[in-house]
């Protein structure tokens, strides 16, 4: 109970720890506050209790397959966002050390820009926590059933939550001390390989819904690296790792991956688009 | 126009026809889950079939079919049913347990020729 516990709740957290973990990079490089956090892990905590609470019933949607389709529909809205957020994260970024205070003129519109940001992550990060945690609190609420399983599954759960955050506090560092041009395209790597991993659950969901065809098993690496081994459940939270996936779970991973890159070259554009004198609009007024 | 109607109609009403057959093509396999075992713990299913599991979990907690090798993963809550769609497949053995009780949970299906 102790270890399965350990290995359950780890595989969640890690998984929205390597999400927070980028945004709250991104915050920093961006001056977004991050008093988001706990807006959104409230949210989040709120979503999944009560998606726990009706998981039962939104199971038996659709014919039994509710829970997938929901699921895909979650994985899918966070892509959306994300996908927005790499669009119209704020102009002015900063290095380690400075912060918007040191900010000239401009301070004002990007506080607004910032706005906007903070309300994309808070719909991805709560987004992605309903979804995480409502496992979390079925499987717990599974558990208080047995007296007996309660003490080993809540300190298995308690060292995988404390194993999933010190992964997040290193990732969070890691990325932070990269040489200072490196942050932001390190940042962008891991924020489309959450969004491919995201993409490739979201179809496989509906493969098993029967929603969508099955599609050929692209490789088999189950020999060489199976999903239950200790490296197998680390890369499957981290970047969706899978033994045999299918050619429309790779597919989707990189349509996933490419939103992130087009939306990041669609962010430039607008912003050379903006720098450009010929057509920038000139505001008479500032 | 009243034509063109008459052709969408007939082109829907052979879609549903067509759909319910593929509905009905699926062959049903039905797990229960009691006392945190899975019955029957093998289940054979023909090679190159879409198959359609259906569990019935009757202890009242809850359970997480889950299977590596079918690359399937879904809770089902106590005292409630669930749909997995498998395949199609080729010959082989494809272990799944349940997440919440893999100590006792344990189940294979066997694809066979058929």
Known sequence: MFLNSV????????????????????????????????????????????????????????????????????????????????????????????????????????????????????????????????????????????????????????????IGLSAGVLIYYGLLGLPAKWIAPGGLVLLALVAGNMASQATLLLTQADWLPYSTILWDSSELLPENSILGHLLYALVGYEATPSLFQGISYICGMLLIFLCNLLRTTLLTQHKNPKTFKINTHS | MKNKLWKLKTAALSLVLWGSQVVAATPVVEIKIQDHLFFPAVIEIPANTKVKLLINNLDPTAEEFESYELNREKVISGNRKAVVFVGPLPPGEYPFFGEFYPKTAQGKVVVVNP
């Open chain 1, 7 to 162: 290995i359950l709740i780890l595989q969640e957290i890690l998984e929205a720890a390597l999400l927070i973990s980028v945004l709250l990079v991104f915050s920093k490089r961006y001056g977004i506050k991050p008093h988001w956090l706990f807006v959104a892990i409230s949210l989040g905590a709120i979503g999944a209790l009560f998606f726990a609470i009706n998981m039962a019933d939104i199971s038996e949607w659709f014919d039994y397959v509710g829970q997938e389709v929901v699921n895909a529909l979650i994985q899918f809205s966070i892509l959306f966002f994300l996908g927005i957020f790499t669009a119209f994260l704020p102009k002015n970024s900063f290095l380690p050390g400075e912060s918007p205070d040191t900010l000239n003129k401009e301070s004002t519109r990007h506080h607004q820009k910032n706005g906007w940001s903070i309300v994309w992550i808070l719909l991805i990060v709560s987004l992605a926590l309903t979804r995480e945690g409502s496992e979390v609190f079925i499987y717990i609420g599974g558990v208080i059933g047995h007296p007996s399983h309660i003490q080993p599954t809540l300190t298995g759960a308690g060292i995988g939550v404390g």
